[in-house]
């Protein structure tokens, strides 16, 4: 029986080397193989493809197992939500028609028995980072999105890479975690839980997986990514678990 939800998020899929690359779309299609017959939703949490713009024609060649492998859940009638994250903010249409998933602009708040989820990929949530909130902002703009458009695909989609090379995912940063009182998503849901009540906060973006009690009945679960952790939340319907994929 269908019963479980799965989340997961930055797979950065695409970012240099592309050996590397490749050798992780593969990790993470054997585990959607492995899901497949439990899940009835999944949840990808942003940051999916390290760089993802879809022109009216175009789309960022690649990712055809990783998408071979979503389109066979789908039809296999797993409900799939992806969300926009800092690095490939710029879905659109394609996603929605090819595998009649959802697509996030930002939080999703869900109800699944009886428990309240708050759902977001975490990037510009909490104090400080002014500069990131108002350049996202911008990325966002229409205006943005219709001027990259006029960029020919070669030259678009290259200047995204070499900016991609200097992410966090391509120089292979590891995180550490800085403390309940310094960690920003914690300090966000602490807030949220100020004007309504949540019994999971689910993020991804932070690249570092962990799962914080605040409150009495609330958690904080960080999702963690697929460069070093090969984390992933699931949701038995009574409680939620942070596993890690080692196959």
Same mark, same amino acid.
């Given at each position: 029986?269908?019963?479980?939800?799965?989340?997961?998020?930055?797979?950065?899929?695409?970012?240099?080397? %592309?050996?590397?690359?490749?050798?992780?779309?593969?990790?993470?299609?054997?585990?959607?193989?492995?899901?497949?017959?439990?899940?009835?939703?999944?949840?990808?949490?942003?940051?999916?493809?390290?760089?993802?713009? =879809?022109?009216?024609?175009?789309?960022?060649?690649?990712?055809?197992?990783?998408?071979? $492998?979503?389109?066979?859940?789908?039809?296999?009638?797993? $409900?799939?939500?992806?969300?926009k994250g800092n690095h490939d903010m710029w879905m659109f249409g394609y996603l929605k028609e090819q595998l009649n998933?959802?697509?996030?602009?930002?939080?999703?708040?869900?109800?699944?028995?009886? $428990?309240?989820?708050?759902?977001?990929?975490?990037?510009?949530?909490?104090?400080?980072?002014? %500069?990131? %909130?108002?350049?996202?902002?911008?990325?966002?703009?229409?205006?943005?999105?219709?001027?990259?458009?006029?960029?020919?695909?070669?030259?678009?989609?290259?200047?995204?890479?070499?900016?991609?090379?200097?992410?966090?995912?391509?120089?292979? =940063?590891?995180?550490?975690?800085?403390?309940?009182?310094?960690?920003?998503?914690?300090?966000?849901? %602490?807030?949220?839980?100020t004007h309504r009540h949540i019994d999971y906060f689910i993020f991804g973006h932070r690249h570092l997986p962990y799962?914080?009690?605040?409150?009495?009945?609330?958690?904080?679960?960080?999702?963690?990514?697929?460069?070093?952790?090969?984390?992933?939340?699931?949701?038995?319907?009574?409680?939620?678990?942070?596993? $890690?994929?080692?196959?």
């Amino acid at each position: 029986m269908r019963n479980k939800i799965f989340f997961a998020s930055d797979f950065h899929l695409g970012v240099l080397p %592309k050996a590397t690359s490749i050798e992780r779309e593969l990790r993470i299609v054997a585990w959607l193989d492995a899901i497949k017959n439990d899940a009835a939703e999944l949840f990808l949490v942003g940051d999916i493809f390290d760089f993802w713009f =879809e022109y009216s024609t175009v789309v960022p060649k690649g990712f055809i197992r990783f998408l071979g $492998k979503l389109a066979e859940l789908a039809d296999l009638g797993v $409900k799939i939500t992806l969300f926009k994250g800092n690095h490939d903010m710029w879905m659109f249409g394609y996603l929605k028609e090819q595998l009649n998933a959802t697509i996030v602009d930002d939080e999703l708040i869900l109800t699944r028995n009886d $428990k309240q989820f708050f759902i977001h990929h975490g990037d510009g949530l909490g104090p400080g980072d002014v %500069k990131y %909130k108002f350049l996202k902002s911008f990325f966002r703009s229409r205006i943005c999105q219709w001027l990259f458009a006029r960029l020919h695909p070669n030259l678009g989609i290259g200047i995204a890479q070499r900016w991609s090379r200097h992410s966090r995912a391509a120089t292979r =940063e590891e995180e550490r975690f800085l403390g309940e009182d310094q960690e920003w998503l914690i300090q966000y849901a %602490k807030e949220e839980l100020t004007h309504r009540h949540i019994d999971y906060f689910i993020f991804g973006h932070r690249h570092l997986p962990y799962d914080v009690a605040i409150g009495d009945n609330t958690r904080v679960v960080n999702l963690g990514e697929w460069i070093y952790h090969f984390t992933y939340a699931v949701w038995d319907g009574e409680q939620l678990i942070l596993n $890690k994929w080692t196959r």
